[in-house]
């Protein structure tokens, strides 16, 4: 019954930032664990950034580094994801996904709820 919308995606050049938020309906958002995803064409998707429950613990790919930070509003039943200093090879389509679970987990495999995607493009 729970359903998650991307949004803020674009078409960037090198170097700049976007941020993406995840609104999620239709469950209770304190109770999930959340993270983002991303899937190139022909590839497997693949993870990005995961954020526990309370906000506290944070899990992250490690090309994104010190580029990413993810966080959460639970009161807006939001989650985000800030991407400073966007390389090329960022480009590909951004999934929110939620999952109940005592750890983060970074397989798309453990995840139940997803939202369709938003397109980040960067040029170079």
């Known amino acids: 019954q729970g359903q998650l919308v991307e949004s803020g995606g674009g078409l960037v050049q090198a170097g700049d930032s976007l941020r993406l938020s995840c609104a999620a309906s239709?469950?209770?958002?304190?109770?999930?664990?959340m993270a983002w995803f991303r899937q190139a064409p022909g590839e497997e998707r693949e993870f990005v950034a995961g954020?526990?429950?309370?906000?506290?613990?944070?899990e992250y790919l490690e090309s994104v580094k010190g580029r990413f930070t993810i966080s959460r509003d639970n009161a807006k039943n939001t989650t985000y994801l800030q991407m400073d200093s966007l390389k090329p090879e960022d480009t590909a389509v951004y999934y929110c996904?939620?999952?109940?679970?005592?750890?983060?987990?970074?397989?798309?495999?453990?995840?139940?709820?997803w939202g369709q995607g938003t397109q980040v493009t960067v040029s170079s």
């Open positions: 954020i526990a429950v309370s906000g506290s613990s944070t």
């Open positions: 996904a939620a999952q109940i679970g005592a750890d983060l987990y970074t397989s798309y495999r453990q995840y139940s709820y």
């Open positions: 239709g469950l209770t958002f304190g109770w999930y664990n």
